[in-house]
């Protein structure tokens, strides 16, 4: 376990800062509640075994006690760095993303279920879309009743999905709740 | 001036009649004493005009003279005045020679000529110093009704007959001063017949002069005062106008003269001259575009009729165009404006089809924002008349009008009135047009195959009487009627591109101020605010947005929400230009850019539901910054209603802080804000079930209120707010407040939790709310008597409402008014009667007591007495 060195640190602020915005801010600043100090903490992340851990201080100062090997996750896994050296974030970044992102996207119900089992999200199956999203930004996939389902990536500008036709693209998909069935050992 | 020698001729000087010797008019002691006794009544007998007065008596006495000499019956004098005024309005030539021997004394014109009174024009003279100065003839009856008296005592007993005929004439006078409309309309139209009699029109007759009646009738009128030549101007006009309207053709050329009445005319008249020449052009303008034929045109042969209807058209035309040269010019003179754009602008919207309408139509367009209300006005219901009747010009204006405001509101770099581009708004479009007319073209096909066959068939029927003219003519009626499906369509595409066009310079001029106002709030402070305030065409601007949002394509929707969301002071990317120029706009101007933006959202909503969330976190910071008495609360109702009420689907995170932020809004603004906000809070209630939370008692919202864990009431962005770890305390207070309804429902609302989940949709919008309660407020705050100077205070500053409503609650709170006056001088006549009681009863009380103690007194007094007997 160790803090991210400054490429890394770039690596994730920028893949954060694609869903969230000037919103990075208050994953960045805002205080933790846990452990028995008084004080409000922060969180901050750490680097485990290639995987990225958005964690409260207190909790980091606890898991020093623990040896590496023996180590097998601390706080929230938000992604991992593969063998490229590239960082993804993973399904566990989910709620983090989802309480600080800028863009929305509503799915149908009849749509949801194609979504978490691993598809893209077409303009048909789409409920409701935040205004101003640009192509490429980072997207957060809610169900019609604000439960969030996953991420990905706007494959098209607001503005453009209107004019697509109902089988086009509009999120790509990056991660999804059905991992958690999908990808049991993975995570 | 020859004509004045000419006259000085004719007029010559009569002999001097014998004098009155001033001392013959005695006056008694009696008079003086009784002016002496009666100085208020008589006191303005001293100060009379004693001049004029002493002409007048002069006069009088002098014809008394004159008739006593000639031995003539003392009725004389009045009949002498019937002929004089039969003559008079006859305008015979024969008066001039008769040379009364009145007259005697040269009077000085206004060009300061120096005439002999020939009896003629004393008469004139007479009768326009009544019709003058009623006032003085009212004064000379008195003076001669006391004078009356006076003679009646001294031996002159002539005199007391002639001032009552003097009285009489006065009289009489009087009566010509009442008829005088009627009597003048008849006189004119004598003058008129004679003249006419002649064969010369009057202005000619000045021209010409070879009869000597036609010298003396020119005497007449240049003997004529302005008012008379005046009036009679105005009744030539109304002859003119008259007759033009009966018979346009054939009176053609006295428009020429009405133009030239309404060029030597002073004020009155031209401004007459203006509006009857408005009403004779509006009348008898054709709808279509007269073409003045070419010179080749004219070299042809052409029939009676044809040369006659020529004429005509060139007499118009030309006589409409110095018409028209003449407002233009009037237009630019302050005391004329009005006049001028009234008529140019009657003329634009009755003949929008005749020529020189550019010109007319730039005159309008010019002073459409000018800062005198009258003119504005005037302008802009043209316009908006011009955009309404659209088929009475084919939308060929409509394009020419948008256009020049598009380049006025350009070259004046966005500061005009606001009216300007409220026009637009008027404005209607066909959406039929847009559609592609395919179907339109097939049945057309099938229309020109009908014809040809059909005419096939009759060709064969009457193939015996064929020859060549027949070919010929049919083959012309062929090109004819392809001509006219040609034409047809032709005319279809047209309004197409017409539309368009008129599209196009509609929203250029609304980018155009948007951009214009995003520049000047960038470039800081330093813009200066024009007559008109800093934005003034931004809210028509928004408004035409908001009406015309379906009309926009597709392509510049983005630019336009980008437009907008940097207007409503919330940039996603820049924070810091955006805090700086969001001050810019006043609240209600950025609410307004978020209505319009939802307006425009929904209206192109067919297939993507997109959720506004920047403009929703526009509307839930600008909540704070309402303050009622600065900002319309209207438009915040309405901001509202579209955006949280209209609204399918909100996040539950969003809704709840906007319940929240509601509801302490309520807390602090009045029972209108508040109703408003109760009502909204409400409708979102119903709608989000899981906000219902907010109404339990425990706080904390527990795995609702996601990463946040406490209330921050100051975050200004509603999904991390963290409203779900707090609870609606506010309700409890609301439902305490002063005004009923509010409190009703207030509690209301805290008994939602408890019903079921059935969903009972408020039917009352928040808009509708607001009004109410507004209307409500002021029947309210009036009655509560401690309230009354606040609530007046507070009307002062209101946001203006709808007219109608705002004059209705007026005029309950005057009715308030007058109810409370008089129960409180009821209630205070009871004091009064009250105090008076208890002062007469201490009264009574104490003389009763003094009685009493008299009594004793006088017993003692007895009892003494019988002590010492």
Not at chain 2, 6 to 23: F, G, I, R, S, Y
Not at chain 2, 230 to 248: C, F, H, Q, V, W
Not at chain 2, 736 to 745: E, F
Not at chain 2, 792 to 817: F, I, M, N, T, Y
Request: hydrophobic letters at 35%; aromatic letters at 6%.
């Amino acid at each position: 376990m160790r803090p991210l060195d400054e490429s890394e640190t770039t690596q994730v602020f920028e893949k954060l800062f694609k869903f969230t915005g000037n919103n990075l801010k208050n994953i960045v600043e805002s205080p933790s509640h846990e452990g028995p100090d008084q004080t409000p903490g922060r969180y901050c992340f750490r680097l485990h075994k290639n995987r990225v851990y958005y964690v409260s201080e207190s909790l980091v100062k606890r898991a020093t006690n623990i040896k590496r090997e023996n180590l097998v996750a601390l706080g929230t896994n938000i992604g991992k760095f593969t063998k490229s050296g590239k960082f993804h974030l993973t399904i566990q970044a989910l709620n983090l993303l989802a309480a600080n992102t800028k863009h929305k996207v509503w799915l149908k119900p009849t749509s949801e279920m194609s979504f978490l089992y691993g598809n893209d999200v077409v303009k048909g199956g789409l409920g409701r879309i935040t205004d101003n999203i640009n192509a490429y930004d980072g997207v957060v996939v809610f169900s019609m009743t604000d439960v969030p389902l996953g991420f990905g990536i706007a494959a098209k500008s607001t503005q453009d999905c209107r004019k697509m036709d109902p089988n086009g693209l509009v999120v790509i998909r990056q991660a999804d709740t059905g991992e958690y069935l999908r990808n049991q050992e993975d995570l | 001036m020859g004509r004045k020698k000419q006259k000085q001729k004719v007029a010559q000087p009569p002999e001097l009649p014998p004098d009155v010797p001033e001392d013959e008019v005695e006056v008694s002691d009696e008079d003086l004493e009784f002016v002496n006794k009666n100085q208020d009544y008589a006191g303005l007998v001293s100060r009379l005009d004693t001049q004029s007065i002493t002409r007048h008596v002069n006069r009088v006495a002098d014809a008394k003279q004159n008739d006593r000499s000639g031995d003539v019956k003392e009725d004389a004098l009045e009949s002498r005045y019937e002929k004089q005024l039969r003559k008079k309005s006859l305008a015979t030539e024969n008066v001039q020679h008769e040379v009364d021997a009145v007259d005697a004394l040269p009077v000085k014109t206004l060009d300061g000529e120096v005439y002999y009174r020939s009896g003629n024009f004393l008469k004139i003279c007479f009768l326009i110093g009544v019709i003058k100065s009623l006032t003085l003839k009212i004064f000379l009856m008195i003076f001669f009704c006391l004078v009356s008296k006076g003679p009646n005592q001294s031996k002159n007993g002539h005199i007391e007959d002639e001032i009552v005929g003097e009285n009489e004439d006065v009289g009489r006078d009087n009566g010509v001063v009442k008829l005088t409309k009627a009597e003048k309309r008849v006189k004119q139209k004598k003058l008129r017949k004679e003249a006419k009699k002649q064969g010369k029109e009057v202005p000619e007759v000045e021209e010409v002069q070879q009869s000597s009646q036609a010298e003396v009738l020119a005497e007449v009128e240049e003997d004529l005062t302005v008012e008379e030549a005046n009036a009679k101007k105005k009744y030539r006009l109304a002859e003119i106008g008259t007759s033009m309207l009966t018979d346009p053709e054939g009176n053609i050329k006295s428009l020429k003269e009405m133009l030239q009445i309404c060029k030597d005319g002073d004020h009155d008249i031209l401004i007459l001259g203006l509006k009857s020449l408005l009403a004779v052009f509006k009348d008898i303008i054709p709808g279509n575009r007269i073409r003045l034929p070419t010179e080749k045109e004219l070299a042809m042969v052409v029939s009676k009729d044809v040369k006659k209807t020529r004429f005509y058209e060139s007499t118009l035309l030309t006589v409409y165009k110095a018409y028209l040269q003449k407002l233009m010019s009037l237009e630019k003179v302050f005391s004329f404006k009005r006049v001028a754009i009234r008529c140019i602008c009657t003329l634009l919207e009755a003949n929008p089809c005749f020529n020189f309408r550019d010109s007319l139509l730039k005159a309008v367009i010019k002073d459409i924002s000018s800062p005198d209300d009258v003119t504005r006005k005037l302008c802009c219901n043209t316009i908006k008349s011009l955009f309404a009747n659209e088929g009475k010009h084919g939308g060929e204006v409509t394009v020419e009008a948008v256009k020049l405001i598009a380049g006025l509101v350009k070259d004046h770099d966005c500061h005009l009135h606001p009216d300007s581009v409220e026009v637009f708004l008027s404005l209607s479009f066909d959406e039929d047009l847009r559609k592609p007319e395919a179907a339109k073209q097939d049945t057309k096909k099938i229309k020109k195959k009908f014809y040809k066959t059909g005419r096939r068939n009759m060709e064969i029927a009457s193939e015996k009487k064929k020859n060549k003219q027949e070919t010929l003519s049919k083959t012309r009626e062929e090109v004819k009627a392809d001509y006219m499906a040609a034409s047809f369509a032709q005319d279809f595409d047209e309004k197409r591109r017409i539309q368009s066009d008129t599209l196009s310079s509609v929203f250029e001029t609304y980018f155009r101020i948007l951009k214009h106002t995003l520049q000047s709030g960038s470039e800081a402070n330093e813009s200066v605010t024009g007559p008109f305030g800093e934005h003034p065409l931004l809210a028509p601007c928004l408004n035409g947005i908001g009406k015309f949002s379906h009309l926009i394509d597709m392509d510049y929707m983005a630019d336009l929400m980008k437009y907008l969301r940097k207007l409503a002071g919330g940039s996603t990317d820049d924070k810091t230009p955006s805090d700086s120029f969001s001050s810019h706009l006043t609240v209600t101007e950025r609410l307004r850019c978020c209505i319009v933006a939802f307006k425009v959202m929904r209206n192109n909503l067919d297939a993507l539901n997109v959720d506004l969330q920047d403009f929703f976190i526009q509307l839930y910071n600008l909540i704070l910054e309402y303050r009622s008495g600065r900002d319309q609360g209207e438009i915040l109702a309405e901001a509202l209603k579209i955006m949280l009420c209209d609204d399918r689907q909100h996040d539950m995170q969003r809704a709840a802080a906007f319940i929240k932020r509601l509801a302490s809004f309520s807390l602090c603004f009045g029972a209108a804000e508040s109703m408003a906000a109760l009502v909204t809070l409400k409708h979102l209630l119903q709608k989000n079930v899981k906000c219902r939370d907010l109404l339990e008692n425990d706080s904390g919202g527990g795995s609702l209120s996601g990463s946040i864990a406490k209330y921050q009431p100051y975050a200004s962005d509603p999904n991390l707010s963290g409203a779900f770890a707090t609870v609606l305390w506010e309700l409890s207070i609301l439902s305490k407040h002063y005004h009923p309804s509010v409190a009703t429902m207030a509690s209301g609302i805290s008994n939602l939790a408890n019903a079921n989940n059935q969903v009972f949709l408020a039917n009352v919008s928040p808009q509708q709310a607001f009004i109410d309660m507004s209307l409500d407020k002021e029947k309210f705050t009036v009655k509560t008597a401690q309230k009354q100077s606040n609530s007046k205070r507070k009307r002062g500053s209101r946001p203006p409402l709808p007219l109608a409503a705002a004059g209705g609650a007026d005029e309950v709170a005057v009715v308030d008014e007058n109810v409370v006056r008089t129960k409180l001088s009821e209630h205070f006549s009871l004091v009064n009667e009250m105090e008076e009681n208890e002062k007469l009863r201490r009264e009574l009380d104490r003389t009763k007591l003094e009685l009493q103690l008299h009594r004793q007194y006088k017993k003692q007094k007895k009892l003494k007495k019988q002590r010492t007997m």
